[in-house]
């Protein structure tokens, strides 16, 4: 499982197009989001560093979390 801090991720909308840009890289991923600790948690077989670049493409700055 890998965990993202998504600090620009503010409200219901930013957090469907976080998932969505997952889903691109990975449409069987299992997401996770929270929105309060800005923290979203990903179960898949991709690389945690192209999930991480499509939530960058998608506007949104990240880090792996722990």
């Known amino acids: 499982m890998y965990k993202f801090n998504i600090p620009d991720m503010t409200c219901g909308h930013c957090a469907g197009m976080v998932q969505r840009a997952v889903k691109l890289v990975d449409a069987q991923a299992?997401?996770?989001v929270d929105l309060g600790r800005k923290l979203v948690e990903v179960r898949s077989s991709a690389a945690?560093?192209?999930i991480g670049e499509a939530i960058r493409k998608a506007g949104y700055?990240?880090?792996a979390a722990t």
Request: proline residues 0%; without cysteine.
């Open 48 to 50: 945690q560093q192209s």
């Open 30 to 32: 299992e997401v996770t």
């Open 61 to 63: 700055e990240n880090s």
